[in-house]
């Protein structure tokens, strides 16, 4: 099972950016998918951008279009989220997730989680 360990979150004021990344334990960066999920308090985990194994295929949720963008460095075995144009209703912590599925915006369809990083926009 691929361990996932995400860095990156903090505190920012409304407009501003951040970049998140998510190494995974593995040398072999293999897993199909990888995805960033998020869980604002007292919501439901939802899905915010996923990205291929090979970076060919990408998904974003429509609050975060335009704004995010999920990249991937294979021969690091890294995942990242740059985030710009950050709103308070961004606040959230954000989730690492890897695994094959054929519906990458699930999250019932990733077996491997990171820990999470707190991102928290002030207006």
């Known amino acids: 099972q691929v361990q996932l360990v995400e860095s990156g979150g903090g505190l920012v004021q409304a407009g501003g950016s951040l970049r998140l990344s998510c190494a995974a334990s593995e040398r072999t960066f293999n897993t199909d998918w990888m995805a960033w999920f998020r869980q604002a308090p007292g919501k439901e985990r939802a899905f915010v951008a996923a990205?291929?194994?090979?970076?060919?295929?990408?998904h974003y949720a429509d609050s975060v279009k335009g704004r995010f963008t999920i990249s991937r460095d294979n021969a690091k075995s890294t995942v990242f989220l740059q985030m710009n144009g950050l709103k308070p209703e961004d606040t959230a912590v954000y989730y690492c997730?890897?695994?094959?599925?054929?519906?990458?915006?699930?999250?019932?369809?990733?077996?491997?989680w990171g820990q999470g990083t707190q991102v928290t926009v002030s207006s």
């Open positions: 990205i291929s194994r090979l970076g060919w295929s990408t």
């Open positions: 997730a890897a695994g094959t599925t054929s519906t990458p915006t699930m999250s019932a369809a990733y077996k491997s």
